[in-house]
């Protein structure tokens, strides 16, 4: 009941009643990796299902990101006198606190799993590491900060822009780790990272500094 009720709030419209839904999702997932009476595969697949979720609304179109990218309006303090949001004052500030009010959801699921994807000393598991996680496909339009991660598990970034920096130093890949065909529109850091398994960074595009 907990999980269908945190999903329906995923599709709230307003922003603080889809990050309760996070939460509650994100709570779930720890309550299933310490349920005693469960093996560990039973853990991992019913913890799974949650991340999957919370991957597929990563994964989510948004288009007021578009806005954000293509004239670059809705980054700015003021509308500017062309384009879009000519003579649409009212529509600028509304379409920029929903822009960034939606950022503010998305960025939370990233740090939740972020900070369960480190152990407590540098290069080691952390309690959500066995997961498999699949943002492919996803429009970045805030800044993605998963450093010092461990993935004993496939990750998938393929097909994905990134329209702010990007961040995946000092990480550990024991699966596969497949970043082909993205765009990165600024800064990009996958520095001091160790792949394990296959590693996949072809046909990608970097406008701005790449380590």
């Known amino acids: 009941e907990r999980y269908t009720k945190a999903v329906e709030q995923l599709g709230d419209e307003k922003a603080p009643i889809r990050v309760g839904g996070v939460y509650t999702l ?6 299933w990796l310490e349920e005693e009476s469960l093996s560990e595969n039973e853990k991992l697949k019913e913890g799974q299902v949650i991340i999957n ?15 954000y990218d293509e004239y670059d309006e809705l980054s700015q303090v003021i509308p500017t006198p062309e384009v879009i949001y000519k003579d649409k004052e009212e529509k600028f500030y509304a379409d920029k606190a929903t822009l960034y009010s939606e ?3 998305r960025l939370e699921i990233i740090k939740e799993i972020h ?12 309690a959500w590491s066995d997961f498999e996680y699949d943002f492919s ?8 900060d998963l450093t010092n991660s461990y993935y004993a598990k496939p990750i998938n970034f393929r097909n994905s822009i990134y329209k702010s920096w990007a961040n995946f130093s000092g990480s550990t890949y024991k699966g596969g780790a497949n970043f082909r065909n993205s765009i990165y529109k600024s800064r990009a850091n996958f520095r001091d990272s160790t792949y394990k398994g296959e590693a996949d960074f072809r046909i990608s595009i970097y406008r701005s500094w790449a380590n």
């Open 53 to 67: 979720n919370l991957c597929a609304y990563i994964r989510s179109p948004f288009i007021l990101a578009s806005h």
């Open 137 to 144: 496909g996803s429009t970045f339009f805030y800044p993605i």
């Open 103 to 105: 950022a503010d959801v």
């Open 115 to 126: 900070d369960r994807l480190q152990g407590s000393d540098k290069n080691t598991p952390g």
């Open 26 to 31: 994100v709570g779930l997932v720890d309550e």
